[in-house]
């Protein structure tokens, strides 16, 4: 039975926008309030996503949601027609109103946890939704999230979804950026869990300024609803330390991919138990662990050029390459290490860098915006095909691109509404060109 794994990226909505929604995450309140362009973030996206098929790699695309989210706006008491609801929250509530525009969603690392047919008991693929609870502009992506991946992965032969787990920061979820799966060259695999804090073990340690996004008790449960064991998972803390220094997500300071994990040195608070456990339970692999010190890059390099928000490829056995940000080949210390980190004898033999700037002004690099969904040859076949990138579906996003959105938009400008139209126009032509029926309130 084969196994391949298929990045599914998420498509840039029309509303890209820089707002500072996000507390703990340095380069989004850097760039608060500045003017982004949804249209070079889509195409920036786009491109990636060819890059990476052009790889010979399964890529997938996953739809932008419906923003501005009216529905919330009119739950949190703005009322009139569209127009009129928009411009009351702009004068009283103008942050709440860009919670609700912004496009989020296109961080698929966020979008669930994903556990492979390999990997669970009843031998299906389990998806959960993130909860996101940490963030009110990201909370509200969970049940269009879940439809979504409905649509796309619906064959229930296959394919197992779960709701988004309770709404209560006891079970702060951030799906697959808080979680990794290794795996040996028979696809045994191993889950590594990676939670910032705890709700109930008062002696599991805290960060001081930056929220820790996500619980063990959120990953426990996680676990067991996908129909994981203790012989194939492993439950590891994260440095707070780190996550005061803007690590908000485990995969903005480590990645793995098959028998290579490559991560910061501070990444988490006992890696040598960790890497006992992970060898414990992969016994049949021979694991690469990649640290880097903090001598080579400090930890304000790797949270700046997003040096382990990269992603870690396979192209053939024992042949990976690491897909990095340009932001990585622009800081003197990332580059002289990646140069190094090649000649290293691991599996990791190329580095390729990838333009997503829009998207990293916001605090997401390149492994933020995929969603890894492993697969056996039966499982890949049963996903829905007009998801998949090929070069034809990739023109048809690019022209749909360019005519759909705007070159620039200020967080004055989602006050205006006929950018509700303009999306609700270009999401209703892509959930043709992508098969996915109706999936946005607006269209039921
Ligand atoms: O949740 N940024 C996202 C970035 C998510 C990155 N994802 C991973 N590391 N997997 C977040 O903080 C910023 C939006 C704004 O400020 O306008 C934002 O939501």
């Known amino acids: 039975m084969g196994n391949r794994e298929a990045n599914f990226d998420g498509l840039v909505g029309p509303t890209h926008n820089y707002a500072g929604l996000s507390w703990g995450n340095v380069a989004s309140g850097q760039h608060a309030r500045s003017t982004s ?43 009139g027609s569209d127009s009129q609801v928009l411009d009351q929250a702009f004068r009283e ?22 556990s492979p047919g390999a990997d669970t008991q009843d031998g299906r693929v389990h998806f959960t939704p993130a909860n996101l609870v940490n963030k009110f502009h990201r909370s509200l992506e969970h049940e269009v999230t879940g439809r979504l991946l409905r649509r796309v ?44 804090r705890s709700a109930h073990r008062p002696d599991v340690p805290a960060p001081r300024r930056y929220p820790a996004r996500q619980t063990l008790e959120a990953s426990r449960a996680v676990a067991r609803l996908h129909g994981l064991g203790e012989h194939n998972t492993v439950f590891t803390q994260q440095n707070p330390a780190v996550i005061d220094q803007g690590v908000f997500h485990n995969d903005v300071i480590a990645v793995g991919n098959g028998n290579v994990l490559f991560y910061h040195q501070q990444a988490f608070v006992d890696t040598p138990a960790m890497q006992d456990e992970i ?42 390459a690491l897909i ?64 998949l990138l090929d070069e034809r579906l990739h023109q048809r996003l690019t022209d749909w691109v360019n005519r759909h959105y705007r070159d620039r938009l200020s967080p004055d400008d989602l006050r205006d509404p006929a950018l509700l139209t303009e999306s609700r126009t270009a999401l209703d032509e892509l959930t043709q060109l992508l098969a996915l029926g109706s999936v946005y309130p607006f269209q039921r």
């Open 93 to 114: 509530e103008p942050l709440l109103l860009a919670a609700c525009c912004s496009a989020s969603a296109m961080w698929t690392a966020n979008a669930a946890t994903v």
């Open 153 to 196: 992965f619906a064959d229930e032969t296959y394919f197992c979804h779960h709701p988004a787990l309770p709404a209560h920061e006891d079970f702060g979820d951030e799906g697959a950026a808080n979680h990794n799966r290794l795996h040996d060259d028979n696809n045994r695999g191993l889950e590594l869990f990676v939670y910032g």
């Open 324 to 387: 990095a940000p340009t932001e990585c080949a622009e800081t003197p210390s990332v580059k002289r290490y990646l140069e190094r980190l090649t000649t290293m004898h691991t599996p990791i033999q190329e580095v390729r860098f990838m333009d997503v700037k829009q998207s990293m002004q916001n605090g997401g690099g390149p492994a933020c915006l995929r969603l890894r969904v492993a697969m056996s040859d039966a499982e890949l076949a049963a996903v829905n095909p007009a998801c």
């Open 37 to 79: 362009n949804p249209r070079q973030a889509a195409l920036q996206g786009l491109d990636k996503m060819k890059a990476l098929a052009d790889l010979g790699l399964v890529q997938g695309v996953l739809a932008p949601q419906e923003r501005p989210d009216m529905a919330t706006l009119r739950r949190l008491g703005f009322t």
């Open 279 to 320: 060898r414990r339970k992969l016994p049949d692999t021979e694991m690469h662990f990649i640290e880097v010190r903090d001598d080579e890059v400090p930890v304000a390099d790797a949270v700046s050029s997003y040096l382990f928000n990269t992603q870690l490829v396979t192209l053939a056995p024992g042949h990976m």
